[in-house]
């Protein structure tokens, strides 16, 4: 079956930028809506950015500007670049696949932490 695997997670400075990584393993990424959500306690998932096949991007508001999400589907990655990092911006980070080809369903990550100091 298939797993995300992520990377890039950290604590940095408000202000200052991260790079998550996200590889598909045993499965192919081409094809396959991708992105992120993140999750802080006490609180819902809430999408932060999706990329479809040919590379169409959507973003929360909140990110807008701050964050780009790309896909390399030679390496079955994708990427989040944030930069101008907020202490509001601090939670988990999940990576998500909807697969449409099999196997079909919905993937997710194990998270990976992100920490914005003050």
């Not at 802080?40 to 479809?52: C, D, I, K, M």
């Not at 030679?74 to 080809?101: H, I, S, W």
């Amino acid at each position: 079956q298939v797993q995300l695997v992520e990377s890039g997670g950290g604590l940095v400075q408000a202000g200052g930028s991260l790079r998550l990584s996200c590889a598909t393993v045993g499965g192919s990424s081409r094809l396959e809506v991708m992105g992120w959500y993140r999750q802080t306690p006490g609180h819902q998932r809430e999408l932060v950015a999706s990329v479809l096949a040919d590379g169409t991007a959507e973003y929360r508001d909140a990110v807008k500007g701050r964050f780009t999400i790309s896909r390399d589907d030679g390496k079955n990655t994708v990427f989040l670049q944030m930069n101008n990092l907020k202490p509001e911006d601090t939670a988990v980070y999940y990576c998500y696949q909807n697969r449409m080809t099999p196997p079909v369903g919905l993937h997710w990550g194990q998270g990976t932490q992100v920490t914005i100091s003050s």
